[in-house]
């Protein structure tokens, strides 16, 4: 089992919402999760997002950038 202390999004980082729908059981079980581990829905949200992400070797913004085709 999980245990996250602190924000998962750093002071620097600009925000935005997220809006999205999930299944009732899983929101069930998010929320249960989260009041036996005393972390907040964003702060496992954010960390399971990056860490599913960082697996997948997904890049950040800016990091991967298209080069542009020789001129011609």
């Known amino acids: 089992m999980y245990h996250w202390v602190g924000m998962a ?17 899983l929101h069930h079980r998010l929320r249960l999760h989260c009041v036996e581990t005393e972390t907040s ?3 496992f949200v954010v960390r399971a997002l990056r860490e599913r ?15 542009k085709p020789p001129a011609a």
């Not at 890049?59 to 080069?67: I, L, N, V």
């Open 9 to 25: 999004t750093r002071d620097d980082e600009p925000q935005v919402q997220l809006a999205t729908r999930i299944p009732k059981d």
């Open 41 to 43: 829905q964003m702060d």
């Open 53 to 67: 992400l960082d697996r997948l070797g997904t890049r950040t913004r800016g990091a991967r950038r298209r080069e």
